[in-house]
């Protein structure tokens, strides 16, 4: 049974801050058109608007994550003395998981988090089938080649 093929996901885009992904504000697209990764990134109110078009051969790693959720955790710290209300946050951002899927080139990495774990699981695995190198092709003839001499003949001679 084949896997349902899944070219395109959406969700909210995220940044590396150190080595932890971090999700940004706006909407995201990445998707698969023939030999290119595509990704369409729009900031809150639409300010902002970026395409970025990847050879597919570039796409060194793809990395599908899951973390807490660090700005809950944020938000606990600076609201731990107001009558503990903090330690709801805290608790929060360890319970309430973000997932995401990261995609790394040698110069661009393009970070999505969403909520659908098998798109992701699937997105990822077309990614991985799409950077693989093809066979080479050769074309069939409709004539088959010629038979080799028998070696009967070739001692008679």
Not at 41 to 49: A, K, P, Q, R, W
Request: charge should be positive; charged fraction near 15%; hydrophobic fraction near 40%.
């Amino acid at each position: 049974m084949k896997s349902k093929s899944v070219t395109q996901i959406t969700g909210i885009p995220g940044q590396l801050v150190g080595a932890v992904p971090v999700r940004t504000s706006g909407t995201g697209t990445l998707k698969i058109v023939g030999d290119t990764l595509q990704g369409n990134f729009t900031s809150f109110f639409g300010l902002e608007i970026k395409e970025i078009v990847i050879p597919i051969q570039n796409v060194k790693a793809v990395e599908i994550g899951e973390g807490c959720t660090w700005w809950l955790l944020g938000l606990g710290i600076l609201t731990l003395g107001i009558f503990f209300i903090g330690i709801i946050f805290i608790v929060l951002a360890f319970v309430v998981k973000q997932r995401y899927i990261a995609i790394y080139t040698s110069r661009n990495n393009l970070i999505l988090f969403c909520t659908k774990n098998d798109k992701l699981n699937h997105f990822r695995n077309e990614i991985i089938e799409a950077c693989r190198p093809k066979p080479p092709y050769i074309p069939r003839s409709s004539q088959s080649p010629p038979a080799p001499p028998s070696l009967a003949k070739l001692i008679d001679t």
